[in-house]
């Protein structure tokens, strides 16, 4: 079963602007973790923010969490074409013993 | 050099057939995992190991075996593959501390 649905499935924008993709999950986590896949390749780790933090930074990413509606959002500032991918969540509950749950993703389109 | 490596990295192979895909890491972590992905899904758990002594079953276990061979090395079988075991297959490794998982660059294995 998914443990992290993102939304919007699927999202367009122009080079420049910013792209923001939400994150639900289920259970009580101790993180949640986004990843990158550019087609047909294997994900790449962006950033994790453990349970106890409310916001991270990294570069041109942003991902706050809200423990108390279960839920993630990732922030990418100034979007460029190269950031054209999908991107997952992935959620580290209290129950799975370190294994990670991921979402279905959202695909991102940049459009130069 | 890739620090996760799977082998190989396409295979077409007829219902019934027995299948190994390989994968090895020279990251010197202690935990491997095997997921598969479907088109426009997110990836799914199928084994996963976190010393060379320890395998545990994932979330769509049936249908496929491993073994680990050294902490370098953690191979995924299907022992008679079916059509619907058609996908993308990813090997991740981690270390204990830090749940960040790194990808090897994946298999697509199509079952004819």
């Known amino acids: 079963s998914q443990q992290g649905e993102e939304d919007p499935q699927a999202l367009s924008i122009q080079e420049g602007e910013n792209a923001t993709m939400n994150c639900s999950y289920k259970t009580s986590i101790n993180n949640l973790q986004w990843y990158r896949q550019n087609s047909g390749r294997g994900l790449v780790h962006l950033i994790l923010?453990?349970?106890?933090?409310r916001e991270k930074h990294s570069g041109r990413l942003r991902v706050t969490l809200d423990t108390s509606k279960k839920s993630s959002s990732l922030l990418i500032t100034a979007s460029r074409a190269a950031d054209t991918a999908s991107y997952f969540c992935a959620t580290d509950d209290l129950t799975s013993g370190s294994r990670l749950t991921f979402g279905e993703g959202t695909q991102l389109t940049v459009n130069p | 050099d890739a620090d996760v490596t799977q082998t190989p990295r396409n295979r077409i192979t007829k219902t019934g057939k027995r299948i190994m895909l390989e994968c090895s890491q020279t990251k010197g972590h202690d935990r491997m995992y095997w997921y598969r992905q479907d088109p426009g899904l997110g990836l799914r758990l199928i084994y996963y190991?976190?010393?060379?002594?320890?395998?545990n079953k994932g979330e769509i276990s049936d249908g496929y075996s491993v073994s680990r061979q050294a902490q370098a090395k953690f191979s995924l079988s299907l022992e008679s593959a079916i059509p619907n075991q058609t996908a993308l297959y990813f090997c991740a490794t981690s270390l204990p501390s830090y749940n960040e998982q790194f990808f090897g660059p994946g298999t697509r294995l199509t079952v004819l």
């Open positions: 190991s976190f010393d060379v002594k320890d395998i």
């Open positions: 923010i453990r349970s106890n933090e």
